[in-house]
Every structure is written in C-alpha cells, then in structure tokens.
C-alpha cells in the first residue's frame, strides 16, 4: 500500500511554470510519476521515473517543457513544469506501481491501468 499527497498546483498565465510535488508513504514501486485528466478527457500519462535507474518516461506532450525527479530517500518524486500552455491545463495526479518490464525503467506507453496507486490530485490552470 502506497499513500501519495500531491501540493504544489495553481494557476499561470501561459509561457509560466509550476513545479508539482508528491510525497509518498514509502518509495517500493517500481515506477512513480504523474498523470493528468483534463475535463471530459480520458487520463494520462505525463512522467514516470523508475526506482532504480532514475530513468524517466515523458510523453511526447511533454518532452522538453516538463522534468521529473525522484529522491527515495524523501519518498518524494517531483515535476518542474515550463512553458505551460492553456492545453496542460488538468487535474495531475500522483501515481505509484509496478508496470510490466525490466527493474531499471518504466514503459513508455504510461498506461493508467499498470499504476495501482493514486493521489488525490492537484489542479493546474493555465490561461492565455
């Protein structure tokens, strides 16, 4: 079992950032990142780092703008995200699990279904 706390949303005008950040009860899964819903949208995936190998998955949305981390350690993993646009505007949430594949990385493909545990959410807006 995996408790996750998001904090850090808000809302930015366009070309602004925010930096998410997620503290979790332990750091056991293998993969650990962030996700978003958009309203009347299907969930995402936006960034997932592996235990091991520190190795990130982005999607292509993202790649370039948002960065994730991962500190075990602090049970913390994090995503600085830049040059927002209207369309990163979500729910984000926190997520924790065990995808199919090797030890050392996540599976590009960030499906919701491989991720077991979930945070409440944090809201990011952002406007023209």
């Known amino acids: 079992q995996v408790e996750l706390v998001e904090s850090g949303g808000g809302s930015v005008q366009t070309g602004g950032s925010l930096r998410l950040v997620c503290t979790a009860s332990?750091?056991?899964?293998?993969?650990m990142g962030w996700f978003r819903q958009a309203p009347g949208k299907e969930r995402e995936g936006v960034a997932v780092?592996?235990?091991?190998?520190?190795?990130?998955t982005y999607a292509d949305s993202v790649k370039g703008r948002f960065t994730i981390s991962r500190d075990n350690v602090k049970n913390m993993v994090a995503l600085q995200m830049n040059s927002l646009e209207p369309k990163d505007t979500a729910m984000y949430y926190c997520?924790?699990?065990?995808?199919?594949?090797?030890?050392?990385?996540?599976?590009?493909?960030?499906?919701?279904?491989?991720?077991?545990?979930w945070g409440q959410g944090t809201q990011v807006t952002v406007s023209e």
């Open positions: 997520a924790a699990g065990d995808p199919r594949g090797g030890t050392w990385s996540c599976p590009d493909d960030l499906r919701v279904d491989e991720y077991k545990f």
């Open positions: 332990n750091s056991n899964s293998k993969c």
């Open positions: 780092m592996s235990q091991y190998g520190n190795l990130p």
